[in-house]
Nanobody, 121 residues
Framework: QVQLVESGGGLVQPGGSLRLSCTAS????????MGWYRQAPGKQRELVAS???????NYADSEKGRFTISRDSGKNTLYLQMNSLNPEDTAVYYC???????????????WGQGTQVTVSS
């Protein structure tokens, strides 16, 4: 019902920056919560940052002050600006959407295909 497409990943040196994008197939103003998750090999998928319809944001402690989540409702696009990257940030980053207004009684979750971020010198 909702397709999410990520882009912007790649290889970056420690201390560098990347901006990830996630474009949704529906108006992001219909989505209750959107966020970025990441998963490194052998580890569980973890929340990086999220944003609600009212614009409030949440960040994991390790990302506070380095990452910024934002959105452009006109483009149906979610962004993650990542600065001061370190090797521990290396992972596949996934776009997530939870809750679709006017779609019924459920509270569905949608995932993008993921984009690889590698931080290495």
């Amino acid at each position: 019902q909702v397709q999410l497409v990520e882009s912007g990943g790649g290889l970056v040196q420690p201390g560098g920056s990347l901006r990830l994008s996630c474009t949704a197939s529906v108006s992001i103003l219909r989505i209750d919560v959107m966020g970025w998750y990441r998963q490194a090999p052998g580890k569980q998928r973890e929340l990086v940052a999220s944003i609600r319809r009212d614009g409030s944001t949440n960040y994991a402690d390790s990302e506070k002050g380095r990452f910024t989540i934002s959105r452009d409702s006109g483009k149906n696009t979610l962004y993650l600006q990542m600065n001061s990257l370190n090797p521990e940030d290396t992972a596949v980053y996934y776009c997530n959407a939870q809750g679709l207004l006017y779609a019924g009684t459920g509270y569905p979750t949608f995932w993008g295909q993921g984009t690889q971020v590698t931080v290495s010198s």
